[in-house]
């Protein structure tokens, strides 16, 4: 990542000293470049140069306003999965035109206001969800866009809690009940089928398990299609992996080269495409620094315990999950291996497990690839507030959001009369 980068001993995001960061804005604390996320929609867009195709950054990855906004102004549009996601999305200016709605467990309430809004698709996740989208909208005296999500039941090779497109899940329409799905949807009064979906998982670091999929879907544009169906758009979804500690995931543009390929061969070239990308647009762009609060040597371990936790970054205790640990100053302190854990009570608290570092007290660390999955994952266990987070550009630094404190956390609670 050529945005986070060592000057002599000091770690930069862009042209910004992150050292000068934590002192002047306290930690834990979110530094992102926007130079590379723009870097990582580049490579999607390079991928389709020439193509109808629109990357809609699936928010959840990171849904502070000021990114969605830079993603927005970029061309992109929006996968969202909740009524939340959906006002957020609406808060940072983005048309509703630009919205595209996932999940497997919409609501009534959710169903409404995204049509009383007038999102781009709903990509449905089950007959029942069908029958009852139908009748929202017919109450509304509208026409639902509808994509089916279909399972497409290829082996992603990932972390089993992020594999979404194996038989075994609870996403998606089995790919044996899809034409009749479709045909069913085709049926009824308060539906447009406009396209297709699916999502086979997340992290992957393979190229194969997309391009079996491709294959599964087009098989099955084919049979929808044949029966009368048309499919305006294919929705490939997301998935695409980043590199945590030395993973090599394709490269956006060459993935796409080979998925177009395909598309192409079987005469589907001319079909809008819609990808959902989270990670693999922002996971690299940002990091967490965070200060050494004591250094606690032990008989079988040693512990450098910071002021970031599992509730900053939950991704090392929900998923075992790596993230790489660098100090800000790089110093001549003897290195030790310790276990990185955070102050919160519990033992799954950890951020990493032994690490060679040379720290001290007081001294910064950065927690790298935090860009996805870290502060939209951050809760106040422990009543911590939730960190503050910054987008840097250049040599600018813009502050996105300010640290939570306790107020903030207490604003919706009520005393006992
Ligand atoms: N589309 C749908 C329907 C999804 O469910 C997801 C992610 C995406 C797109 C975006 O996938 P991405 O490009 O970010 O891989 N919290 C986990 C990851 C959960 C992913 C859930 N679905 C983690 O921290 O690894």
Known sequence: QPQVHYRGDELYVEDVRLADLAREHGTPLFVYSKASMLAALAAYQRGFAGRKAKVCYAMKANSSLAILQLFARAGCGFDIVSGGELERVLAAGVPAGEIIFSGVGKTRREMRRALEVGIRCFNVESEAELEVLSAVAVEMGKRAPVSLRVNPD??????????????????????????????????LPGLQVVGIDCHIGSQITFMSPYLDAMDRILDLVDSVERAGIRLHHIDFGGGLGINYTGEQPPAADALWQQLLAKLDARGYGDRELMIEPGRSLVGNAGLCVTEVLYLKPGEQKNFCIVDAAMNDLPRPAMYEAFHAIVPLARNEVKPATFDVVGPVCESGDWIGRDRKLSVEPGEFLAVLSAGAYCMSMASNYNARGRPAELLVDGSQVHMIREREDVADQMRKEKLLP
């Open 154 to 187: 290829v082996d992603p090779k990932t972390h089993p809690y992020i594999s979404t497109g194996l038989k075994g899940n609870k996403f998606g329409i089995a790919h044996k009940d899809a034409l009749l799905a479709y045909q069913r949807a085709a049926q």
